[in-house]
């Protein structure tokens, strides 16, 4: 009996622990679209709609230096990384794009935005079409140049803001 008790607790922590949700920060806000970079001249591709409801934007044409970060209000891992986000966003040394993918609904997308205390515009994968891109799983770090070359893929979660602050540095010789 002692057995089946100890298994059954180990059970329930180990699935409670993937459940928990951090508290809300509040303070995100969705931002305007308009201050991504894009070549013109790139005008097909992937078109992601903007979560402030007033513009898209062609994928490949998005230049950098910038780092792109892919992320689902689902995804415990990607709420772990958001401090790291938001402290290189306070930075104002680079520009983050928040691609949401597989969410319910934009209202959700919005809403996490505004919870996690995001200040980067994002945009709404809502059919799942930068999966090709990106791959099946989030949370994924892309890292582009000036041109909009991708030079880092980062697959997973990032796990501490000198992980991400030494790969800007790295990847896109930004000095943090």
């Not at 401090?83 to 959700?108: N, Q, W, Y």
Request: aromatic letters at 8%; one cysteine or more; glycine letters at 8%.
């Amino acid at each position: 009996m002692k057995a089946i008790s100890a298994l059954f607790i180990s059970v329930l922590l180990l699935t409670s622990c993937g459940t928990e949700s951090p508290k809300s920060l509040g303070n995100g806000q969705v931002v305007s679209c308009s201050t991504i970079t894009t070549n013109a001249t790139k005008t097909s591709g992937t078109v992601l709609e903007c979560l402030d409801g007033n513009s898209k934007i062609i994928l490949e044409s998005i230049k950098g230096p910038a780092v792109i970060n892919v992320w689902g209000s689902w995804c415990t891992p990607c709420r772990q990384e958001m401090p790291f986000l938001r402290e290189l966003a306070a930075t104002s040394k680079v520009k983050i794009i928040g691609i949401d993918v597989e969410e319910k609904s934009m209202e959700a997308a919005r809403k996490f935005i505004v919870d996690q205390g995001m200040t980067w515009p994002n945009l709404y994968d809502k059919d799942g079409s930068t999966k090709s891109t990106f791959g099946m799983g989030v949370p994924i770090t892309w890292y582009l140049d000036l041109d909009g070359k991708v030079v880092y893929r980062h697959i997973g979660v990032l796990n501490s803001k000198d992980q991400l602050f030494s790969e800007v540095e790295k990847y896109l010789g930004v000095k943090l």
